[in-house]
């Protein structure tokens, strides 16, 4: 928590080179250099406790078994599969991606479906109708059912346009100066996309402050960078490199969760009109208080 709420904090210094010294006063960097130290203790165990189980043991793996993405790492880093040299560092700071993207975004995502769909029951039932449709007598959705399940697809890009996990996108700079619609945009200057914005922008969308899935069941806009209503992942050569395992993770567990529960808020409380919708400032854009929801077993 405290890594990810550095990571959104505003550095003056970034933005008035002269006004850094405000940095340090904050404390700011005392602090990430605190948080550093302990991921980066974390991911040199983590690494460690992989070297050892592929060195042998009674749990251990054989050198060339991939047992999980550490496991990927070393072997590429072995074999140098990749054309080129890897290090340690190297392999934990592709850790701390996956620990900073691949999770926290994620859980992000999955709380803010499951906010609207409470507070939106018709939606919440169309949905568990097309899991049980989909599913059958079975218990669990899998991963073959996704491609099915059309309205689930239309709530995740619809959570992912209200509620956007980084609602500003990581920041860019120009490699060279340009002039954009009469404006001279100097090399190293730094971008910043209000992917927040566009998503609810009246120009390009009807009632863009309502939860709406149905408007993408007829509709070809999608979020894979193509079409720039729409860009939680970002768009281009330096877009999110993890979309497919992202939607294919919060598909997977918000379909299995609407499927085998009964969901509610506790103590009869009526979602749409009193649900707390605020929001957390930082990269990511949590709720600014947690969701407490009642889960009932959906006995089949």
Same mark, same amino acid.
């Given at each position: ?32 250099? *605190? ?22 043991? /009674?749990?251990?793996?054989?050198? $060339? /078994?991939?047992?999980?993405?550490? $496991? ?9 599969? #990749? ?32 906010? /609207? ?14 899991? *049980? ?11 073959? $059912?996704?491609?099915? !399940? ?7 890009? +619809? ?8 609602? #500003?996108?990581?920041?860019? +700079? ?72 992202? !939607? ?13 529960? *009964? ?9 749409? +009109?009193?649900?707390? !919708? ?12 947690? #969701? ?9």
């Amino acid at each position: 928590m405290d890594f990810t709420e550095l990571l959104g904090t505003f550095v003056v210094g970034d933005y008035v080179p002269w006004l850094d010294w405000l940095t340090h006063v904050s404390g700011f960097y005392s602090r990430a250099r *605190k948080v550093a130290k302990k991921l980066d203790d974390l991911l040199e165990d983590v690494v460690e406790d992989h070297i050892t189980r592929q060195k042998g043991g /009674e749990d251990g793996l054989d050198s $060339d /078994e991939h047992g999980d993405f550490v $496991d990927v790492l070393l072997w590429i880093q072995r074999t140098e599969s #990749l054309g080129f040299p890897i290090d340690r560092t190297v392999i934990k700071a592709l850790l701390l991606d996956m620990f900073s993207a691949g999770t926290d975004t994620i859980s992000t995502l999955l709380e803010w479906a499951m906010t /609207e769909l409470l507070r939106h029951p018709n939606i919440m039932k169309k949905l568990q109708e097309e899991t *049980k449709s989909v599913a059958g007598d079975r218990t669990n959705i899998t991963e073959d $059912d996704l491609g099915n !399940m059309k309205y689930l697809q239309a709530v995740i890009k +619809e959570t992912l346009r209200l509620h956007p996990p980084i609602p #500003l996108l990581v920041p860019r +700079e120009n490699r060279q100066d340009i002039k954009l619609k009469g404006y001279h945009i100097k090399a190293g200057t730094r971008v910043i996309i209000n992917a927040w914005a566009i998503a609810r922008d009246p120009t390009y969308w009807d009632q863009p402050e309502e939860f709406k899935p149905e408007r993408f069941l007829n509709n070809s806009i999608d979020i894979k960078g193509n079409d720039f209503e729409l860009i939680p992942f970002g768009a281009g050569r330096r877009g999110c490199p993890g979309i497919v395992y992202a !939607m294919a993770a919060n598909e997977l567990v918000l379909a299995n969760l609407v499927h085998q529960f *009964k969901w509610e808020l506790p103590d009869g409380v009526e979602g749409l +009109e009193t649900l707390d !919708m605020s929001e957390t400032f930082g990269l990511t854009m949590h709720r600014k208080t947690p #969701l407490v929801a009642v889960a009932t077993l959906n006995n089949k």
